[in-house]
């Protein structure tokens, strides 16, 4: 089976209830993923999922020179952050955006989804097909 990391975006800006309009539906959220969850182990595709804390708690790191430097804030200004994600194991591609569907519907947010590195697909990459 293939590994995908379905990537869960939300707001830049900190709000009360986060995306959410009120404490109620944060509270349903987190139902409906706690049971989206239960459905990814019981059925063999949970590896692992995590929410995270805003981006404005992000730290950025640059290691490329001689010394680190290092940025309080995140490194790319946008109106959306990753905000949480699930690591999921699926036969295929159809499988995984099935899933990320029903993932994006739990959770009340946009799921982006993409496949980690294969050997194959490293590779490919390397021999240029």
Known sequence: MA???????GPTEPAEFGPY????????????????NDKLQREGYFVFANGLEPATTATTVDGRGDKPVITDGPYLEAKEHLGGFWVIEA???????????QGSKACGNTVEVRPFHTEESFDAMLNGD
Not at 3 to 9: A, E, G, K, Q, T
Not at 91 to 101: E, G, I, K
């Open 21 to 36: 309009d009120s404490k109620e539906e944060v509270l349903q959220s987190f139902a409906d993923t706690g049971a989206f």
């Open 3 to 9: 590994r995908y990391l379905m990537s869960v975006f």
């Open 91 to 101: 036969p295929d591609l159809d499988v995984a955006l099935a899933l990320a569907a």
